[in-house]
């Protein structure tokens, strides 16, 4: 009886000495904060969990012990933040395909982990990264495209799909579901307001988002009832704001007033507790913004900063820069006065941000970067673009929300991008100082992983090399 207990004794002791089984990851990243960006609370003592392209876990940073990691990523002193999301960008120009390309892993490089596309003229070529991206065959940032935009018969656009009646609509939308894009965009420079508004209900009856830029004919609340999910670029909001809305409207469709002086009209009569209750419409109707005021920030500043001899100019193609050109060519002769003006009217349009906020709108950063619109750099235009909305009045944590779970909400997909919680996409920033502090934070990039995979400072250099070399090859030709 003895050697029994003595024997269970001892097998009881070698089983309570043996190490305990570790769990196997990927990935485990320690010591860092992680910024929660849906409360602006700072979360420490915690460690990321995470296999494949998820976040398996967040625990206590004392458990950690408890998992075998492929890498660990040590952080003390160090921000997570989610991966960045430029909800405006182009891809365009068909005989700059490989150009428009070779833009993709500069994104990374900067923090991109997703761009939607907002239409161009090589949507069969944005696809079929989107496919190669999907499958991890490609790198670059998720990709959403709309495909190519509605217009009107003979838009000054190419690629457009231009339809002049209700069937061509139609047919054009048909066409969209085909290729299964992620949204639909509609413009209005030849397309008529009666087909815009049609426009805009057939696709949310499709249950796809629509966004598009706002007919100067139409009040944009008579859209955002009609279900338009964005308005693209902020500068539209001042006409919705305007006492006198509908009545421009209507004297603009009749022709009876020029855009120029319809614009001092709006400027005139632009009311800010009207201008509120117009914008809590909006949010009401879960119709978006996505300001773009990187542009217009740098032509009314021209004057004080000229970008052509911007050092990041190296990371893109010789005939992506001089697709900037025809857009400069309207500062031609410009005087001081003529800058005045520009900075006058940027300086009312971007004070409409705390506005939009105040009401609830969901407001989405997004840049207009990529091919045409002149000096809006891909990759870093989208921490210039969040600056500029801190400058006119918008806390660190709302523009570091409108460029990560803001955008996740226009798509429906919050349950997977957008904030670091169980579950979700593994994309994650490590930055080396506080965002919530100075937003210019997110420029400070230690580490960026992507659907799981990690490119350390040192990748994202090689990145930065890489795409520079790709540059250069297209200036040389």
């Not at 949204?183 to 057939?202: G, H, Q, R, W």
């Not at 506005?355 to 990529?370: R, S, Y």
């Not at 579950?423 to 799981?452: E, F, W, Y």
């Amino acid at each position: 009886m003895k050697r029994l207990l003595y024997t269970f004794f001892a097998c009881w002791l070698l089983l309570a000495c043996q190490p305990e089984k570790k769990t196997s990851v990927d990935l485990l990243i320690t010591g860092a904060t992680i910024v929660d960006v849906k409360s602006g609370e700072l979360i420490q003592e915690r460690a990321l969990v995470i296999s494949a392209d998820t976040i398996q876990a967040i625990i206590n940073a004392s458990e950690a012990n408890t998992y075998q990691a492929k890498e660990v990523i040590t952080a003390p002193g160090k921000f997570l933040i989610p991966g960045l999301w430029d909800m405006h960008v182009h891809f365009g120009d068909d005989t700059l395909i490989q150009e428009n390309k070779n833009l993709l892993p500069l994104y990374v490089a900067h923090g991109i982990t997703a761009v939607r596309d907002a239409a161009a003229d090589i949507s069969p070529s944005v696809l079929e990264w989107r496919k190669a991206i999907n499958q991890g065959k490609l790198l670059g940032p998720k990709v959403f495209t709309a495909g190519p935009k509605i217009e009107g018969i003979n838009s000054v656009w190419p690629g457009d799909l231009e339809v002049g009646t209700e069937e061509e609509m139609l047919q054009a939308m048909d066409s969209l579901e085909k290729i299964q894009v992620d949204f639909v965009k509609i413009t209005d420079n030849t397309l008529s307001p009666e087909l815009f508004v049609t426009a805009v209900k057939e696709a949310r009856k499709r249950h796809l988002p629509v966004s598009g830029h706002i007919p100067f004919s139409v009040p944009l609340g008579e859209l955002s009832d009609a279900g338009l999910s964005s308005v693209e670029h902020l500068s539209y909001l001042l006409k919705a704001g305007s006492k006198r809305d509908k009545e421009i409207s209507d004297l603009y469709a009749a022709k009876k007033l020029s855009f120029w002086v319809a614009r001092e009209e709006i400027n005139e009569s632009f009311d800010k507790e009207y201008a509120l209750n117009v914008y809590r419409k909006l949010a009401e109707n879960q119709t978006a913004v996505v300001p773009t005021i990187n542009m217009t920030y740098t032509f009314a500043n021209w004057d004080k900063h000229n970008p052509t001899q911007d050092d990041y100019l190296k990371y893109l193609g010789g005939g992506l820069i001089k697709t900037y050109a025809g857009r400069v060519k309207s500062l031609e002769g410009a005087t001081r006065e003529d800058f005045d003006k520009r900075r006058e009217q940027y300086a009312k349009t971007s004070a409409l941000l705390p506005l939009l906020q105040k009401a609830g709108v969901n407001i989405i950063a997004g840049t207009d970067a990529g091919f045409l619109n002149s000096y809006v750099y891909p990759g870093i235009g989208l921490h210039t673009e969040i600056e500029l909305y801190v400058n006119a009045g918008l806390t660190p944590l709302q523009a570091l929300q409108a460029a990560t779970i803001n955008g996740t909400r226009y798509f429906g997909n919050s349950d997977r991008y957008g904030s670091i919680e169980k579950g979700k996409s593994a994309d994650i920033l490590i930055l080396n100082t506080n965002p919530l502090h100075d937003i210019k934070a997110t420029r400070d990039i230690q580490t960026v992983i992507m659907r799981g995979t990690v490119f350390n400072r040192e990748a994202l250099d090689s990145l930065l090399e890489k795409v520079e070399s790709l540059a250069v090859e297209t200036k040389n030709q």
